[in-house]
């Protein structure tokens, strides 16, 4: 029995995960980032590849082992 009636739902919620998984990064990015870029270590545009590149390579790498954490504990 498929209930193609919810399908709309899926579309929102998955919708809603994504914008709050990039609100999540990018309160993290500013976090991390901040210090190196007020003190020019850095520049802008450096500190914005640099943390998209990890802050994905973070949650391909262990998110996995996070999200069992908190599952499980």
């Given amino acids: 029995m498929v209930l193609h009636?919810?399908?709309?739902?899926?579309?929102?919620?998955?919708?809603?995960?994504?914008l709050d998984a990039w609100n999540i990064g990018a309160n993290d990015v500013a976090n991390s980032w901040a210090t190196s870029v007020s003190s020019r270590s850095i520049s802008y545009i450096q500190a914005m590849t640099l943390g998209s590149i990890l802050e994905f390579a973070g949650s391909v790498g262990v998110g996995a082992r996070v999200a069992d954490t908190i599952r499980t504990k």
Wanted: hydrophobic share 50%; net charge negative.
């Fill in 5 to 18: 009636q919810y399908d709309y739902i899926f579309a929102i919620g998955t919708i809603f995960s994504f």
